[in-house]
C-alpha cells in the first residue's frame, strides 16, 4: 500500500503586513442587519467590527505558486508513474475522520492530532497520516487485498526542521520488529522496557552510540551489561551476508521472532537480488520506526548529503559513506498486520505492508535546484501565441484563437483590446510560449497567418488551412 | 480564475457496524503508563477504554473507491486540459485558514464554516471555497494580473440533496448584479430591501413566480405594483436581442448601472458570437447569485433533464427547454472587484472574474452513467501479467519482471508462490490487462516468452529480446 503525503507542517510564519478587514453592509431589513453584525461580533470576537488582522496563512502551511506547483506536479508525476508500473490503483478519503477512528493509533503523536471545533455534531480530527484512515477503509468496505496508492495532505500540529541543499545519494535502510524486540529479549531486557528502550534506539539517527547508551542506563533504568550488548546489535549494517549471520547467532538464535524475522530479512534480500537493488538497500540493527502499529519489517528511504547543512541531523551511526549526513529520512514504512483489526467488529486481522513518501522535503530540495539552475520552469502549456501587428484586430484575433482551440491547440491572447506587437512578444518570451501567430491585414486579406518562432525569430507565413498541423509538428516535443 | 470544488457534504451516513476498538499497551513505565491512559481517557472522553464506536466516515463526506476515482480522474483530465488549452497555470492553498480571513465574506452562509478547536494556537477555519483563501493569496503575495485554476476540495456544514440521473442539456444562464440593482430601483424597491429581495428573486429556481412575490409582498413587505414590475422583468430571457432592447426601455434606461450592465452583457454576447456558443448561454434577468461579493457580470452552468428525478428541483420558470427540469447548478461564478481589496492594507482592488465547477453533481451523473452502461472501467493501467505454467518458477516471474519494469513496461505478477495459470488469466479478465506474458521451461530453454492477447485468446512466442517493443506496439492504444 503506497502513499504520498504532503504534510502540513512546512513552513512557519509569512511576513505579515497589518491589514483592516473592511466589512460592508448592503441594504437589508434592521432585524437582519442586526443579526448580521451579532453574527460577525460573535465570529470576531471583538466588540469592534473594523478590526486589525494579520496576512498570512495558518502556522505550518504555506501557498503553492504556479512555479512551485509545477515542479510539485513534475515530482507528482514521478511517483505516480512508477506506482501505475506497478500496478497500483488509487483510492481517496476525507481529509476529516470520526475523533475516535484515530485515538489510541498514534501513542505519543496523538497529542499532534488536529481537532474540529464541536459544532453540535460529530466530534471530528483532521487525518494525522493516511494508513489509520486506510486501515479504516478496508475495514469498513470488507477488503482483503488491494494494491492502492494515495496522494493527499496529512495534518500534524508540528513545526518540522526543513533541511534543504543537494543530498548525494539516496538508500534505504530496512529492519524488523520482530528482530528488535528478540535482540532486546537476548540482551536481557525486560519485556516491560522493550517500547522505551526502542524508542531510545531510535535516537541514534541523531545522537551519538554513547548519549544513547546513557539514557538507556540512567534514565530508563537498564543494565550496563545489557546497554552494551545491545550497543553490539545495533552497531551492525550490511545485507544477506549478516542476517545469515545473526542467523548463526548463539545468541540471537534463542530468541524465535528474531530468527522469523531474520529468515525473512533474507528472503527479502533474495527478492532484492532479482529487483537489482541491494546495492541501495541496507539491512541496519539500529533502525527502530516510533509508530506502535508495525509489527515485522520496518524500513525508511534516507537522503545523505555531504557536510551539515542548517537544521540537518548529525552523522547517522555509521551510514554507508563515511562522512555523510543524513537529510533525514524522506520515506518510510513497514507491516502493520494488527491495525485492520483493530476496526473490524470481529477483529479479524487483515495484513497489510505499505510506505509513505514524505514529499516537502523532496520537493523543497527539487525547488532550490531549479532556482539554482538556470532552467526556466514554465508554469503554462500554452503552445502558441494569437498576436496582431496592427490595431482593430481583437476580433479577428478572437476568430483565429477559437478555431485554435477548437482544434485543441493550447492558445493565448492577450487581452488589452490594441496591445503593442513588442509586448506580446515579451509576454511570450517571460512565459516560454515557443510561437506567436501573427495577423495584419496584409496577412488576412491573403489567407494566411505569420508564424514566428520565438527562439529563433525566424518568420514563415502559413496558410490558414495549415496552420493546426504546423503548429502541432512544431510543438509535437511540448 | 477558474476553480473546481470537490465540495465535502456529498453523502449522509454510511452502513455502520458496530466496532469495538482495542488499544494496545505495550510495555512501558508506570509514569509512562499512566499518563498515556490518562491522554487517551480524555481523548475518547469516556471511563472505559475498551468503547464502542461506529465504523463510518464523518456525515457528509465520503470515500473514493478505485472505480470512482477512475471516473472522477476522468473528469479533472477534461477539465484540466480546457484549463490548460486556455493558458491557465495553477496554485494551492491551505485547507485550513486564518478564521479571520473568512470571516465576513459569506453573509448568511458563514454559519456552514468548519472551525478548528482552539487548541492553544491560531483559530482556524477549514476553507468553505476556493475564491476567498484565492484573493488573500493575490493580496498576500501583490498579484494583480494570474490566470489561474486550483482543484481542491471545500468544505460546508451541509448536506446538499444530489440530484442523479441522466440529463439532457447543458446551458449557461448570464445576468449581472447591476441590471438586478438598476431593475430593482426603477420597479421602486427601497434601496435598503435590495438585498433581501434579490434573494427571494434567487429562489425562482426552486419555487413558481406566485410564491416568490408572495414572499416579497407579505414577507418582505414590498409593494405589489413593485413585484409585479419585477416580475415582468424577471420572467424574461434571451440574448443579444433582449439586451439591445432593454437598452431601450423607458423604465429600465433610467438607471445608470443597469445600462451599464446591459452594455456588457451586449459585449459579451458579441464575444460569444466569435467563439461560436451563442447557443448555449440564456441572458436571464432571473438569476441571481446568492453570494455577497459579486459586483458585475454572474452565470450559472446548468444542467437540465426529462421528467424529475428523486431530489430534483421543480422546473426553472422558463427554461429553455419547456418540460426539461433542472438538475440543479454545477458551476457558478461572476465577477468580484471588490474581495482582494478586504484583504490589502491600502484596500487596493484587483477585479477578478471566475467561474467555479461543482464536481460531485457532474461525477455522481457520471458515475451512474458508468453503472448503467456495460462499459467496464479499469482502475489500473497494467499492460501485462507476468505468468506461468509451471511451478518453481517465481524468481523467473520476477526477473523478467524486473526487465518489463526497467523498460517502463506497467506490468504486473501474482504474488503467490505457485498460482494456477488460470487464475492468473482470471485477474487479467477482471481487471482489463490486456496481454500475459507466460514463461514455462520450455520457453525459457529457447529464450522466448510466449506473449498471449486476453481478449483473442491468440497465443505467440516472441523473443526475450523482441519482448518489450512487441508489448508496446500491442499497447499503443492504451
Redesign the interface.
Same mark, same amino acid.
Given at each position: 500500500m503506497f502513499c504520498v503525503r504532503t504534510c @502540513?507542517g512546512l513552513m512557519g510564519l509569512?511576513a505579515a $503586513?497589518?491589514?483592516?478587514?473592511?466589512? @460592508?453592509f448592503?441594504?437589508?431589513?434592521i432585524d437582519?442587519e442586526v443579526a448580521?453584525l451579532l453574527?460577525?461580533k460573535a465570529?470576531?470576537g471583538g466588540d469592534n467590527v473594523k478590526?486589525q488582522?494579520?496576512? +498570512?496563512?495558518?502556522?505550518g502551511?504555506?501557498?503553492?505558486?504556479?512555479k512551485q506547483?509545477?515542479i510539485?506536479?513534475r515530482v507528482f508525476s514521478t511517483i505516480i508513474g512508477c506506482f501505475?508500473?506497478? *500496478?497500483?490503483?488509487?483510492? %481517496?478519503?476525507?481529509?476529516?475522520? /470520526?475523533?475516535?477512528?484515530l485515538?489510541?493509533k498514534y *501513542?505519543?503523536d496523538?497529542?499532534l492530532i488536529? %481537532? /474540529?471545533? %464541536?459544532?453540535g *455534531?460529530?466530534l471530528?480530527s483532521?487525518r494525522y497520516d493516511l494508513t489509520v484512515p486506510f486501515a479504516? #477503509?478496508l475495514?469498513?468496505?470488507k477488503i482483503t487485498n488491494?494494491k492502492?496508492y494515495h496522494i493527499a495532505?496529512v495534518?500534524r500540529?508540528d513545526n518540522p526542521a526543513m533541511t534543504r541543499g543537494r543530498y548525494r545519494e539516496f538508500y534505504q535502510c530496512v529492519n524488523d520488529r520482530r528482530i528488535l524486540d528478540g535482540m532486546f529479549a537476548v540482551c536481557g531486557v525486560?519485556? %516491560?522496557?522493550?517500547?522505551?528502550i526502542c524508542s531510545t534506539v531510535d535516537k541514534l539517527d541523531k545522537m551519538p552510540w554513547e548519549d544513547v547508551r546513557k539514557e538507556m542506563v540512567t534514565e530508563?533504568g537498564l543494565s550496563e551489561e545489557a546497554a552494551d550488548q545491545i550497543g553490539e546489535y545495533v552497531s551492525l549494517q550490511g545485507g544477506m551476508e549478516l542476517a545469515e549471520r545473526l542467523l548463526q547467532d548463539q545468541k540471537m538464535c534463542r530468541s524465535k521472532q528474531a530468527c522469523a524475522g531474520l529468515s525473512d530479512i533474507k528472503l527479502l534480500f533474495s #527478492?532484492l537480488q532479482?529487483?537489482?537493488v541491494t546495492d541501495k538497500v541496507v539491512f541496519d540493527l539500529s533502525l527502530a520506526r516510533g509508530l506502535?502499529y508495525y509489527t515485522g519489517i520496518i524500513y525508511e528511504g534516507v537522503l545523505t548529503q555531504a557536510g551539515v547543512a542548517p537544521g540537518s541531523t548529525e552523522a547517522q551511526n555509521g551510514t554507508p559513506a563515511e562522512e555523510s549526513v543524513s537529510v533525514g529520512s524522506v520515506a518510510g514504512g513497514g507491516r502493520y498486520d494488527?491495525l485492520v483489526?483493530?476496526?473490524? $467488529?470481529k477483529?479479524r486481522k487483515v495484513p497489510c505492508v505499505g510506505v509513505s513518501i514524505g514529499i516537502e522535503r523532496i520537493f523543497s530540495i527539487l525547488e532550490q535546484k531549479a532556482e539554482a539552475s538556470a532552467e526556466k520552469v514554465r508554469?503554462?502549456?500554452?503552445q502558441v501565441m494569437v498576436a496582431s501587428a496592427q490595431k482593430n484586430l481583437l476580433?479577428e484575433r478572437?476568430?483565429l484563437l477559437?478555431e485554435l482551440?477548437?482544434a485543441?491547440? +493550447?492558445?493565448?491572447v492577450m487581452y488589452k483590446k490594441n496591445p503593442k506587437l513588442l509586448s506580446q512578444l515579451q509576454h511570450c518570451e517571460e512565459s516560454g510560449i515557443p510561437l506567436v501567430a501573427i495577423l495584419g491585414e496584409q496577412e488576412l486579406k491573403d489567407g494566411v497567418v505569420k508564424l514566428r518562432v520565438v527562439a529563433s525569430r525566424e518568420e514563415v507565413d502559413v496558410s490558414r488551412a495549415a496552420l493546426v498541423d504546423e503548429i502541432r509538428r512544431r510543438t509535437s516535443q511540448a
Open positions: @502540513s509569512r $503586513p497589518r491589514v483592516r478587514s473592511l466589512h @460592508s448592503p441594504g437589508i431589513t437582519e448580521k453574527a460577525l465570529q470576531i478590526h488582522f494579520v496576512l +498570512k496563512t495558518a502556522k502551511t504555506r501557498d503553492y505558486n504556479p506547483m509545477a510539485r506536479e501505475k508500473r506497478h *500496478g497500483a490503483e488509487t483510492i %481517496d478519503t476525507p481529509v476529516f475522520e /470520526l475523533k475516535e477512528t485515538t489510541g *501513542g505519543e496523538s497529542k488536529y %481537532d /474540529l471545533k %464541536d459544532q *455534531g460529530e471530528l483532521l479504516r #477503509y475495514a469498513m468496505n488491494i492502492r495532505k495534518y500540529r525486560p519485556d %516491560d522496557k522493550f517500547r522505551t530508563k #527478492y532479482l529487483f537489482q506502535d494488527g483489526g483493530m476496526f473490524d $467488529p477483529g508554469t503554462t502549456e500554452v476580433e478572437l476568430r477559437t482551440w477548437n485543441g491547440i +493550447k492558445a493565448e
